[in-house]
């Protein structure tokens, strides 16, 4: 990390303003060479930018010295005018005086490797980026400010501790120390087994908040499942006519409910069907409804309970749609809720209904949410292995103590203090450029 990066962090293009950020051990020459002066640190002030004789542009100029920056190395941003000439202009600049372009993610791969934050920060600044609503955001804000971290070195700290009580009784035999001295860390590890079951077992909350909580409607043929699609979606997505099997392929809307990401997926009506086609869309329909998070059951006046029963989980509600047609049937053990596409009739009420469904399963848990497969794989590594220990403890102490150590490595993999190599190309490869 000799050289210095630049790259612009606004958006490409005609804009209000444009900003340059800079990185690197010539951060403050290059700004010397620009005609910018002395500056105080973090204080924006007013300077005219020049290079080789011309004049760049008049803007606001920030000075970051390390180690007190965003990467931990000195920093500088020039917030300029942001037309597509100036941007270019500084550009060319910068090129001039040695710096090369930043690749995607290298400040923040900076700012881990300077040890401004560990590696689920950093992947914590990717997903905040990328929010699209505030569920999104309020969980990469916690990440970022160290929460799930701080879990983490918790459980390590558990790990340690009964780490040095199983090597005492290995290393000092003939010392002085209690009896059993290993065993007394069964304790330890029956506390940190039980908290590592708790975080697995958070049904990829914190992955379905970041991706996206999976909606399914299921029901038979002329269910109106398509109606409620396009009414949910506030919008005509679906081809809706009276002919059964109109619908023969999965069709998905990306909305948002109650500050959270939904994909909404409309299925062919679940039947057996000669026609390959539209077995295939049913195919695709059944393996749909079993990978959901929620399915919704949509039931019409007359509906048998069909196919679709075998697909409903106890949790999942019952749709009753056309209720201007009259009663629907209501299924027993299931929640049910009637509407209206044609009149509007219950909409209301079902949006209210999900976004409740929403904020119990996404919203509510001690354990701060695993946003990574990454994370869950390390996890899973982690309890097999203290599982191990615990089922080693009395017998074999030496083969507890290195089944904690391994378990202390794959936690450690999270957060990036040992094993980094391997996966900084996979974290940070999806960054925007200029963070």
């Not at 929640?335 to 904020?359: C, F, K, M, V, Y």
Request: hydrophobic share 45%.
């Amino acid at each position: 990390m000799s050289d210095t990066i630049f790259a612009l962090a606004t958006p490409p293009g005609r804009g209000a303003i444009a900003v340059i950020r800079i990185s690197g051990p010539d951060t403050e020459r290059t700004l010397a060479a620009l005609g910018v002066g002395r500056l105080k640190p973090r204080l924006a002030m007013l300077r005219d930018l020049a290079h080789g004789g011309d004049h760049i542009d008049q803007g606001l100029v920030l000075w970051f010295p390390a180690p007190a920056s965003y990467t931990g190395e000195d920093c500088a941003e020039l917030q300029l005018h942001g037309g597509r000439a100036v941007v270019e202009a500084a550009s060319r600049a910068l090129l001039d005086l040695g710096l090369r372009p930043a690749d995607p993610g290298e400040f923040t791969q900076r700012a881990f490797q300077n040890g401004r934050m560990d590696l689920a920060q950093a992947e914590a600044v990717a997903d905040l980026i990328d929010a699209e609503t505030l569920g999104q955001a309020r969980q990469a804000l916690g990440q970022l400010g160290g929460a799930l971290s701080d879990v983490y070195a918790g459980f390590r700290a558990d790990l340690l501790r009964a780490l040095a009580l199983v090597e005492a009784e290995i290393d000092f035999p003939d010392e002085e120390t209690p009896d059993n001295l290993a065993r007394s860390a069964g304790p330890v590890l029956d506390g940190l087994i039980a908290r590592l079951e708790a975080a697995l077992s958070d049904a990829r909350r914190g992955e379905r908040v970041r991706d996206g909580y999976r909606i399914v409607l299921i029901g038979e043929t002329n269910a109106g499942k398509s109606s409620l699609f396009n009414a949910l979606a506030a919008r005509e997505a679906a081809i809706v006519t009276p002919i059964a099997g109109t619908t023969r392929d999965v069709l998905d809307a990306e909305l948002v409910i109650g500050g959270y990401a939904v994909t909404l997926s409309d299925t062919a009506g679940l039947r057996d069907s000669d026609d390959p086609v539209e077995a295939e869309g049913v195919r695709r329909a059944r393996a749909r409804a079993q990978d959901a998070d929620l399915r919704l059951w949509v039931r019409a006046p007359g509906d048998a309970p069909g196919v679709a029963a075998d697909y409903a989980q106890p949790d999942d509600l019952v749709v009753l749609t056309k209720a201007d047609l009259g009663a629907g049937p209501e299924v027993a053990g299931h929640e049910t809720l009637s509407l209206s596409t044609t009149t509007g009739q219950g909409l209301d009420r079902l949006h209210d209904w999900i976004a409740a469904r929403l904020a119990r399963d996404l919203s509510g848990a001690d354990f701060p949410a695993v946003t990574q497969e990454r994370h869950r794989r390390r996890l899973d590594e982690a309890l097999v292995a203290v599982r191990a220990a615990r089922a080693q403890l009395d017998r074999a102490p030496e083969m507890a103590g290195d089944d904690l150590r391994r378990a202390n490595e794959a936690l450690a993999r999270v957060t990036g203090e040992i094993g980094v190599e391997e996966i900084l190309g996979e974290v940070f490869a999806s960054f925007c450029i200029g963070k």
